[in-house]
């Protein structure tokens, strides 16, 4: 197996007195969907604030690409090429898909906004993903339905040639068809060489478009399995602590 | 993977370009055209109402009434678009151009009153910014608390019912003297070439990235609309409307100076990144901070726009007056706010541009001057405006919710 783009080794973080990450292990490869699933409370969204630079981690070793890396600034974190789509998206409703996708980094030429350089560039992001269900990239994002705000987030992340996407709950909100989008979305984002990782509730999605899964319980990293290697019931018992890693029922 | 087609909403001919404006009128996205139909009928209404209403002089009338009003919109519309208000507009002008009066007393030179008028507009606004943006006091309160002080501070500068005479032949030109007939042709066709350049330079750029432009005759036809509109305009001004001996004709200064701001206001908020990202912060400042937008620096700089666009409200009602009263500025805000809202400006921040609040200004400076034609009472005036208001913030409201309602 080639280098991890993120390694994370004995990340420890706590608030006061409480330990939310104890010792956590985590890894995910490029190329490849890696779920974080675990328990509400688990630690997971702590887990990815340090990852993404807005609550560093106390202790422990972060790599990226192989190399120890410490991220204290969201800043930090995109210009590694970390990015991360958070669940509730932020994103501009007044302003159409383009203007969305470059937000805080416009493109100026002749002392003005490159509209064409940038339109132009958000389509051929869309289309590397294969986007089929938006009708034009100058819509206004508040004409969208969910499952196309979520492709416009991810298509940003493609924009700015991100190496880790973090998608929290991409499908939370969706319905069938549009979840089914979404993960064929996150699949394609994968193909094209990125390390994604997603937190998901929904074993369902996990299962369908993840090669890895690994299971937070109360702040330990209790499974990092291969998705073809489990089976949904195992892992349902790592996520509520009756099962272990080395198998035995507890 | 390429062969996707998404399209920019720029393709197809003129015919699917109609039929894709309707689709976004029907999606909610009406912009300014509740304003212009209600500048249409409230013309249409007082020109068969009133006999005087359609005259040349009456005609030339509402575009000098308008100056201040419009003015002071504009201004307003660059803090509205943020979600934000600013109360003190109308008391910010009117104290900066009380230490302009101030100052002109005491000897200085008028230019430099007037450069110092500005600062202190700016300074203002600055102030405001500062509240709300780093403080993070409702600019409600802020500019409400202003509103309050400000008049006392004029009432101090000034002294009690204080009207001062200005005597600086320049400032009073602006809204009592036309340009030659020749300057307000000169006038239309720089804007018109203006218009047309940035235009022509937007379809250059896409064409050089292989992008789809709309159909030439689109452009055509705005440009055709442009000519026609403002070569009647300026034709009708510059016949002689006086009805005494002296004649009088020709486009008011003060209507190229309002074009031009309200120009590069607009290519400011429309392109270029602090234009971009004023509308994020207002449609979204969670998203922009997110964004690694300094949504502060937007917020404060928005406010010193404002501010400053104020005072050359004030400027112009100085003008018009040829003096500087200690009252000035407490009525015309709010009017200025319902300008904005009427002409399709949202106050939930983030939609309207510039000229919607200069047609809000229009409706609204027509009914006063229709009514007022027609002897209606003051009262009346204000029950009316009053309605309009109420009636273009629901049409807002309406057209927010269908807006939203596309989401599935
Ligand atoms: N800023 C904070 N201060 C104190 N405690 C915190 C803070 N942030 C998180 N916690 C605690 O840390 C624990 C883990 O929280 P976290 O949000 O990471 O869980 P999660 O796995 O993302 O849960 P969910 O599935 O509900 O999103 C929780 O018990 C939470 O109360
Ligand atoms: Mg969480």
């Not at chain 2, 009690?160 to 239309?188: C, Y």
């Not at chain 2, 006063?368 to 029950?383: D, K, M, R």
């Amino acid at each position: 197996m080639d280098v991890p783009v993120i390694e994370l080794s004995g990340v420890l973080k706590s608030f006061g007195p409480v330990d939310v990450l104890k010792g956590v292990d985590f890894k995910a490869y490029g190329g490849k969907v890696t779920a974080l699933v675990g328990d509400n409370g688990a630690g997971k969204s702590t887990l990815i604030k340090g990852l993404s630079g807005v609550q560093p981690y106390d202790a422990g070793v972060v790599k990226f690409d192989g190399e120890v890396v410490h991220i204290h600034s969201p800043r930090q974190a995109g210009h590694l090429g970390i990015e991360v789509v958070y669940q509730d998206l932020a994103l501009c409703e007044n302003l159409d898909i383009v203007q969305n996708m470059f937000l805080g980094r416009e493109e100026i030429t002749e002392l003005t906004l490159d509209e064409a350089s940038m339109e132009l560039q958000a389509t051929k992001a869309l289309q590397s993903l294969s986007v089929r269900t938006v009708k034009s990239v100058r819509q206004k994002v508040s004409s969208l339905s969910g499952g196309q705000r979520q492709t416009v987030a991810i298509a940003r992340s493609v924009l700015r040639k991100a190496k880790l996407v973090i998608l929290d709950e991409p499908t939370a909100a969706l319905g069938v068809a549009q979840t089914e989008q979404v993960l064929n979305l996150v699949r394609r984002l994968a193909d094209s060489g990125v390390a994604v990782v997603i937190i998901s509730h929904n074993l369902g999605d996990v299962f369908k478009v993840c090669d890895y899964i690994s299971v937070l319980y109360l702040g330990k990293m209790v499974a990092s399995v291969k998705t073809s290697e489990t089976t949904q019931a195992d892992v349902v018992g790592y996520i509520t602590g009756t099962k272990s890693m080395d198998g035995a029922s507890a | 993977m390429s062969d996707v087609k998404i399209s920019s909403g720029h393709e197809g001919n003129v015919r699917d370009q109609v039929t894709a404006y309707f689709q976004r009128i029907k999606n909610g996205e009406m912009g300014a055209l509740p304003a212009v139909g209600a500048l249409v009928v409230v013309g249409a209404l007082f020109s068969i109402l009133s006999p005087f209403f359609l005259t040349k002089l009456n005609f030339a009338n509402l575009f000098v009434q308008a100056a201040e009003l419009t003015m002071l919109a504009v201004a307003l519309v660059f803090v509205i678009l943020l979600g934000e208000i600013d109360l003190s507009a109308g008391v910010t002008a009117g104290v900066a151009m009380a230490g302009f009066f101030l100052l002109l007393h005491g000897g200085t030179n008028w230019i430099v009153a007037l450069v110092v008028a500005f600062v202190i507009g700016g300074a203002i606004g600055a102030l405001i910014g500062f509240f709300v943006a780093r403080i993070g006091v409702p600019s409600f309160v802020v500019t409400l608390g202003l509103f309050l002080g400000f008049q006392g501070l004029q009432l101090v500068m000034l002294g009690e019912g204080g009207i001062f005479r200005i005597d600086v032949p320049e400032i009073k030109s602006i809204m009592n003297d036309n340009l030659p007939t020749w300057g307000g042709w000169v006038f239309l066709a720089l804007m018109l070439v203006l218009s047309a350049a940035v235009s022509f330079w937007d379809r250059a750029r896409r064409a050089r990235h292989d992008l789809s432009n709309r159909p030439i005759e689109l452009l055509y036809a705005k440009l055709a609309v442009f000519a026609i509109l403002g070569g009647t305009t300026v034709y009708l001004l510059n016949e002689n409307r006086s009805q005494g001996f002296a004649s009088i004709s020709g486009v008011p200064i003060v209507i190229p100076i309002a074009v031009l701001i309200l120009f590069i206001g607009t290519l400011v908020l429309d392109r270029t990144q602090f234009g971009r990202h004023l509308y994020a912060v207002g449609g979204n400042a969670e998203a922009a901070r997110r964004a690694g937008i300094k949504v502060a620096n937007i917020r404060i700089t928005a406010f010193i726009i404002c501010s400053m666009l104020a005072v050359v409200s004030g400027l112009f009602h100085v003008s018009r007056l040829g003096a500087v009263e200690a009252t000035a500025g407490r009525q015309i805000v709010l009017n200025g706010v319902a300008a904005a809202v009427v002409g399709g400006v949202s106050l939930f921040g983030g939609r309207g541009r510039l000229v919607h609040a200069a047609i809000g200004a229009f409706v609204i400076v027509m009914i006063e001057n229709g009514l007022g034609l027609l002897e209606f009472p003051a009262g009346v005036n204000l029950v009316v405006t009053g309605s309009v208001l109420i009636l273009a913030a629901t049409i807002d409201a309406l057209s927010r919710k269908r807006g939203n309602g596309a989401r599935s």
